[in-house]
């Protein structure tokens, strides 16, 4: 007999996603974003908390620079730029590029640890409930139930009753993850169970758990990728938003949200101190999004809103 | 017809007495004693036991529970531990600015958004197809807290145009839509995002389908076929969508309510997070899950009239 070799499905999933230029510039945005927070403590040029009273609210590259300010004569010395900060420092005198990178450590940590937990759970109720008849409703009405809190409402209470940490708002964004992934993976499930293939294999005498764990599992990847992507730029503003209200990351530890709240007040003086971190939320959402979007189309086109 | 309503309305009840439990038994469970927080503080140990046995917290959880869903029918929410005040007085005083902020901005969806995904589906591949999807892209991933604050910097302090926050007065009149359009904007983004990507598919969907080929090669007018049969049709998803939307803006408004310090129930409610003040969250959360509820019973209802098919699933 012919060895046919079959192709991943996934891998041949990446090879079409690097077709889409956009896809693929997304995907190298975070691969580099990803690989600058991992090695922060290598790039960034000082700690997060390092002050320097000296150089409070300075402006980053496009500031004034010293000899020029030595050219122009009487210069307001908050307009120059403090040599080494390339985007400025904050009120604290703190290097802005480097809280941004140990923000983004922070932000991206988050983001993938709750989607990966609600992954777990949602993946484990989708894949019961679809399968057993008998605990389809039970747990599909507690995943109706926890759909009733709108938003960050979920995370909020549960933040509300642990106390404000990373670690509570990390638990508070997964458990609000879990009813988008058991309804999804429910739902290809029962698409699933009623394919030939699965009949074919319970017949040659396979257990229910080999059946689940690998044959419908297997095949829900697809779903659960799309899905946990998608669920990554979620997290990554939930967790941003939560900081910025006060309950999620709290000071002196950087994160993206936080350091936008904490720029509020210095309006005035340095309106680049919330400018910079909200670009960084936002270009890191919309390749999470845009990624999401592009394999939802090659994996499981079913997906489309 | 009749059966369908039931059936919704029975499912409505057993959500709202599901989320009950849930937001009784989650702050049940919350460390801390509340009868300490409300006894105050230097409060005796005996103090401290007659407050919770005022409070029924020597019960068990169940009689607790059961409790608490009885003064729920009664419209009773309890007191504030910081201002000893009825929570729904305090409620109701802040909701009306809550609903403002929410429904201004479900309008400015609505007008902008749907729209959008119509021209987008119309001009399909097009300039103006590229340009609305990525916007509506980067709609969907601007975090509304950070648009909010550019916005109070950019109107309010660099163009001194807009106030920079608070809310007064009702959107449809001259200070409350000057007070309105930012948050109402900061909080739209997503939700004008979604109507958009949805209204398109809806509508891609709906022009591809035979019985508008039929109108086509019936003679009729391109606007007519677009405007009474496609459009008719491509509502039936965005109306799902207006359900769900409405829980973002809500959802959204606790935030958005922050940053342009507007006092509504969801500065109410993050005010009660950072004071512990336990039966306010409680409220808070809980009226705004009703809501969503509620509003979601009310798109079903209404999808029924639209689309007669459900009936008979």
Known sequence: MENVKRKNPIKTA??????????????????????????????????????????????????????????????????????????GTDNYGRDIFSRLLYGGRISLMVGFVSTAMGLAVGVICGLLAGYYKQLDNPIMR????????????????????????????????????????????????????????????????????????IHILKNCLPTIIVIATMRMATSIISISTLSYLGMGVTPPMPEWGGMI????????????????????VMITVICFNILGDKLRDILDPSLRD | MRKYVLKRILMMLVLVIGMTFIVFASLYIAPGDPAELVAGVGATEEDIERVRESLGLNESFFTQYITYLKKLLKLDLGTSFTTKQPILGEILVRLPNTLNLACAAMILSIIVGIPAGIISALKKDKLVDNVLTTGAMVGISIPNFWLGTMLIYVF???????????????????????????????????????????????????????????????????????????????????LTQLGTSFGVLLGGAIITEQVFVINGIGTYLIDAIRKYNYPVVQSTVLIIATMFILVNLIVDLVYCVVDPRIKYE
């Open chain 1, 142 to 213: 507690v995943m109706d139930i926890l759909f009733t809190f709108p938003g960050i409402l979920l995370a909020m209470l549960i933040i509300a009753m642990f106390g404000v940490s990373t670690f509570n708002a990390m638990l508070a964004i997964s458990i609000w993850s879990i009813p988008s992934f058991a309804r999804m993976v429910r739902g290809r499930v029962l698409q699933l169970k009623e394919e030939d293939y699965i009949m074919a294999t319970r017949s040659l005498g396979a257990t229910d758990a080999r059946i689940l764990l």
């Open chain 1, 14 to 87: 990446f090879q079409k996603l690097l077709k889409n230029k956009m896809a693929t510039l997304c995907f190298f945005i975070l691969l580099v974003e990803i690989l600058m927070v991992i090695f922060a403590p290598v790039i960034a040029p000082y700690g997060y908390e390092e002050q320097d009273p000296a150089i409070r609210l300075r402006p980053g590259f496009w500031g004034i620079h010293e000899e020029e300010a030595l050219a122009m004569g009487g210069v307001n010395p908050q307009d120059i730029y403090a040599e080494g900060h390339i985007l």
């Open chain 1, 261 to 280: 709240a904490a720029a509020k007040e210095y309006m005035w003086q340095r309106p680049s101190m919330i400018f910079i971190p909200g670009i960084a």
């Open chain 2, 156 to 238: 309010a302090v660099v163009l001194k145009l807009l106030p920079s926050g608070g809310m007064t007065h009702f959107f449809w009149t001259p200070t409350g839509f000057q007070q309105a359009i930012l948050p109402a904007v900061a909080l739209s983004t997503s939700t004008i995002a979604s109507f958009t990507r949805i209204g398109r598919s809806a509508m891609l969907d709906v022009l591809q389908s035979d019985y508008i080929r039929t109108a086509k090669s019936k003679g009729l007018k391109g606007t007519t076929v677009i405007l009474i049969h496609a459009l008719r049709n491509a509502m039936i998803p965005l």
